[in-house]
C-alpha cells in the first residue's frame, strides 16, 4: 500500500506519546485540555450538526465525543490507524448507545467505511516527522479527498498556518492557496475558510450541499 511506512510511523508516534503521557490530552499530541477543546468547537462551527451522524478521522481516546454528546448528533464514529488507542476508547465509552469504535485507515479500508453526515479530522496532519514536505503533502490531499468522498454533507480539517512565526521541521505546513485550488478542481467550490480563533492553524470546511 501506498502510504504504508506513513501510516505505521504515525501510529507508532502516538503510541508513544500515549504511552510517556497517559490517555489525555497530552498524550494525544495536544498541550492543553482547554486547547484541545477549542478545536474541537472550530471543526462543527459552520456546521449544523443537530440530529446527525459525524466520522471522527483520527479520534484518539474518543474525547470529540465528550465535547458533541449534548449537541444533539444522532451518531458518533470514530476510528484511528492506532489500535492502542481503538482499545482505550472502545473500553471507555462501552456502555454508550449510538457510539462506535474502529480501527482503519482510509487507504486499505475505504470500501469498509460507511458514508456519514459529517467527517472531521483534527490535527491529523500536523506532525510530519521525519517525512518530506513532497511525500507528506501527497498523503495530504489523499486524505481529504478521500475523507471528501465518505462525507453525505460535508468535511472539516484543520492545518497548520503557513506564515505562522516559527516552523517545526516535523510539522507540515501546507500551502492554503494551493490547497484550495486542489479542492476547487477536484471536490467541491463550496468551501469555508475559519481563520478567527487564537491559533497559528486554519480550519477548512467542505460541503456538499
Not at 474541537?40 to 465525543?65: A, P, T, W
Not at 478542481?185 to 468551501?191: A, F, G, W
Request: net charge positive; with cysteine; glycine share 4%.
Amino acid at each position: 500500500m501506498k502510504y504504508n511506512k506513513k501510516i505505521l510511523n504515525t501510529s507508532k508516534f502516538y503510541n508513544k506519546t500515549l504511552l510517556r503521557h497517559g490517555s489525555n490530552s497530552k498524550g494525544l499530541g495536544w498541550s492543553s485540555k482547554k486547547l484541545q477543546y477549542l478545536r474541537f468547537k472550530e471543526l462543527v462551527r459552520f456546521f449544523n450538526i443537530k440530529n446527525s451522524s459525524i466520522h471522527d478521522v483520527g479520534c484518539g481516546n474518543g474525547e470529540m465525543y465528550i465535547f458533541l454528546k449534548n449537541k444533539g448528533i444522532k451518531k458518533y464514529f470514530g476510528s484511528d490507524i492506532s489500535e492502542i488507542m481503538i482499545d482505550k476508547s472502545k473500553k471507555r465509552f462501552e456502555k454508550v448507545k449510538n457510539v462506535q469504535f474502529k480501527k482503519l485507515n482510509i487507504y486499505k479500508d475505504l470500501k469498509k467505511i460507511p458514508k456519514y453526515d459529517f467527517t472531521v479530522a483534527s490535527g491529523i496532519f500536523n506532525i510530519k516527522n521525519n517525512f518530506s514536505n513532497k511525500l507528506w503533502s501527497e498523503y495530504y490531499y489523499d486524505s481529504i479527498f478521500k475523507m471528501f468522498i465518505k462525507s453525505k454533507k460535508g468535511l472539516s480539517f484543520n492545518i497548520l498556518n503557513f506564515d505562522c512565526e516559527y516552523k517545526n521541521p516535523k510539522n507540515f505546513y501546507p500551502k492554503l492557496e494551493k490547497t484550495l485550488s486542489f479542492i476547487r478542481k477536484d471536490m467541491t467550490k463550496k468551501i469555508l475558510i475559519n481563520n478567527t480563533y487564537d491559533l497559528w492553524e486554519y480550519t477548512i470546511f467542505l460541503y456538499k450541499k
